[in-house]
């Protein structure tokens, strides 16, 4: 079992809409967790990090629920720039473990 | 501005050859980290520093070895390249401080390909 699970989608939304990822990790010792957006080709970048009494930066909304292991990103009003892949990572002991990214594909 | 850039960043080689990726940040962050990224594995931490003279073994160190002389640079080295190298390398590094957010600065990648 793979230590951060999301599903890879890909998300096809039109513009506007609100996407929703959600994201699962396996040890319960994860200390910290972000989302990082990585364009195609391009390197990983921070888009916010993730607390336990949730966290909005403009449209992103981001959720930690310990008790059940789980991570969101709620996407509100969909631009076209927001097509890329969102990585759900964790940190354990100093290191970051990455899931394998959600594709979100935003259409005119 | 400070920044964190990666050389090569294409590289075809052919397998057997030794492979050496240049990373180098000027953040004077004392944390480097070196990732593979392949489709369906997502990034893989392949060796990290915590400081000069300081490094360890990621998930995935198999072929590979690094050297931190100084603050700035983390080389990535391939002792024989194999095809299973094959891959986009990239080069992060962090702060540590206590209170920091342990938030990791990419660099823009190394396209490797081994024939």
Redesign the interface.
């Known amino acids: 079992r793979k230590e951060v699970e999301q599903d890879p989608g890909p998300f096809n939304v039109p513009e506007g809409a609100t996407v929703a990822f959600n994201c699962t990790y396996s040890n319960s010792a994860s200390q910290?967790f972000?989302w990082y957006r990585q364009d195609c080709?391009?390197?990983?970048?921070?888009l916010m990090?993730v607390y336990s009494s949730g966290n909005e930066d403009g449209r992103f909304t981001a959720q930690l629920n310990r008790a059940s292991q789980y991570i969101s990103l709620l996407i509100r009003d969909s631009k076209l720039s927001d097509s890329a892949t969102y990585?759900c990572v964790a940190?354990l002991t100093?290191?970051?473990i990455?899931?394998?990214?959600t594709t979100l594909q935003v259409k005119p | 501005d400070a920044e964190i850039t990666q050389s090569p960043r294409h590289k075809i080689t052919e397998t057997g050859r030794q492979v050496t990726l240049a990373c180098h940040q000027t953040w004077n962050h004392n944390?480097m980290?070196w990732?593979r990224q392949d489709l369906?594995?997502?990034?893989?931490?392949i060796h990290?520093s915590?400081g000069v003279q300081d490094t360890n073994k990621?998930e995935v160190s198999d072929g590979y070895s690094v050297s931190r002389s100084n603050t700035e640079d983390l080389p990535l080295t391939l002792e024989s390249a194999a095809s299973s190298q094959t891959s986009?390398y990239?080069c992060a590094s962090s702060e540590s401080r206590p209170g920091s957010?342990?938030?990791?600065?990419?660099?823009?990648?190394t396209r490797l390909t081994v024939l």
């Not at chain 1, 080709?41 to 921070?46: D, T, Y």
């Not at chain 1, 990455?98 to 990214?101: D, N, R, S």
């Not at chain 2, 369906?40 to 931490?45: A, C, K, P, Q, T």
């Not at chain 2, 957010?101 to 990648?109: A, E, L, R, S, W």
Request: aromatic share 22%; net charge positive; charged share 15%.
């Open positions: 910290s972000f080709r391009k390197e990983p970048k921070l990090s990585l940190l100093g290191k970051l990455f899931g394998q990214g | 944390n980290f990732y369906g594995h997502g990034l893989r931490l990290y915590y990621g986009v990239f957010t342990d938030t990791q600065y990419f660099g823009p990648g």
